[in-house]
């Protein structure tokens, strides 16, 4: 096998394994309720695997789709084509067939794609496939069929989960590193700008790193002393060839909102976190989160919690965005760097916490002169406070 065919059977198993690693996340929140790998079938009579699909999905209403995955289009699409519509015709329950290519390709590439995808709309051509569509589409899809019927807070939650999951597997993709390192193979590279901007930020050669494991599972990140989510969204270990180890903790943030919610925490672990002995202080946050609004509260009373976090404005931002000097493992739980994305795929920042506390503090103040809208969730009135901050990307 030629070096360029070993690369770019290499990257088709890359984009394969990142598949099959969301649709483990999305089985375990319920979007699907079951998937598998390498399935086949035959017609009756004949041979049962003469038909195949790399993954078939099944939702809760017993729809199942099969999906296959490629980097590039190529004349291997044309055994997609046979394998789907045979696949189809003997499993009435298979109702839709999707090609999949991963985010982050270059421009020439989503635009091939992108054409052939309209081709098969307006059936300019016969295609049993129903679409050929980026892997942050296919999420969408999926995550919109398994919440139909949930609140929007509960399918934004679900799209910044599938973000998590998207940024996780681009830092610890094997093709990626292979490219930033420079090595001959042909690799293709699979939302290679997620990597390499996370690299840049940390200044480190890609040339120095060994492997690297990321996760977004809360299995792998834990939880907090009281059962809760730590802040941290993606967990990764960067192995140096040295020996030595470098260990990120991201907080992600996906929204095409003007807002976001940056945390939810009681009064008294704000107070705890920030300044434990200002009894002042915690008076007034346990005042406000009675009330639950702003307007609940006495011109005096907010004058008065914003002289008391004047002098600690950092210290508060770091813990409500990042959980710093909160409870839980400071090495996994807290958060020291943001990722914030918009509804385009390539439209992201990263940021270490400080520069992201920064960048809102250099913006016009919100309540109590944080960078903050401070309010409650539904139902939590008198529990905790709630915090938006507008998205800065």
Not at 44 to 67: C, M, V
Not at 118 to 146: C, H, M, N, W
Not at 249 to 256: E, F, L, Q
């Amino acid at each position: 096998m030629s070096d360029s065919n070993a690369g770019k059977n290499q990257i088709g198993k890359d984009a394969q394994v990142s598949l099959g690693g969301w649709l483990k996340q999305a089985k375990k929140a319920g979007y699907i309720k079951e998937y598998y790998e390498r399935h086949r079938d035959g017609y009756a009579g004949h041979s049962k695997t003469q038909f195949y699909a790399p993954f078939l999905i099944e939702f809760k209403n017993g729809d199942r789709w099969i999906l296959y995955s490629t980097t590039s289009l190529r004349d291997r699409v044309k055994e997609d084509f046979w394998d789907a519509e045979n696949l189809k015709a003997i499993d009435p329950t298979i109702v839709k067939a999707f090609l999949i290519y991963p985010d982050g390709r270059p421009r020439k590439v989503r635009d091939a794609f992108a054409s052939f995808n309209k081709r098969i709309e307006d059936r300019t051509i016969y295609s049993p496939l129903d679409g050929a569509i980026p892997f942050a589409t296919f999420q969408t899809l999926v995550i919109s069929i398994g919440t139909a019927g949930k609140s929007s807070g509960y399918i934004a939650g679900a799209e910044g989960r599938a973000f998590e999951v998207r940024v996780a597997n681009s830092l610890r993709n094997k093709a990626n590193l292979r490219v930033l390192k420079g090595k001959p193979d042909d690799s293709i590279p699979v939302d290679i700008g997620l990597l390499d901007t996370v690299l840049d930020k940390i200044s480190l050669d890609p040339r120095a790193i060994s492997f690297i494991s990321s996760s977004a599972d809360r299995e792998d990140i834990g939880t907090l002393p009281s059962g809760g989510s730590p802040k941290t969204d993606v967990l990764t270990n960067i192995f140096l060839d040295s020996g030595d180890q470098s260990t990120l903790t991201i907080s992600c943030k996906k929204t095409g909102a003007s807002s976001v919610t940056i945390g939810q925490h009681k009064a008294d672990d704000i107070a705890l976190a920030v300044d434990p002995s200002n009894t002042k202080l915690k008076t007034l946050l346990n005042k406000f989160q009675v009330e639950g609004t702003l307007s609940a509260m006495s011109s005096s009373e907010i004058q008065e919690l914003t002289d008391e976090l004047a002098p600690m404005m950092k210290t508060f931002c770091r813990f409500i965005i990042g959980g710093v000097g909160g409870p839980g493992d400071p090495n996994k739980h807290w958060a020291k760097y943001v990722m914030v994305c918009r509804d385009d795929p390539d439209d992201f920042k990263f940021y270490t916490l400080d520069e992201y506390i920064d960048e809102l503090l250099s913006k016009p103040r919100k309540h109590f002169g944080t960078p903050f809208s401070w309010t409650y969730a539904s139902g939590s009135k008198g529990n905790d406070i709630q915090f938006k901050v507008d998205v800065t990307n």
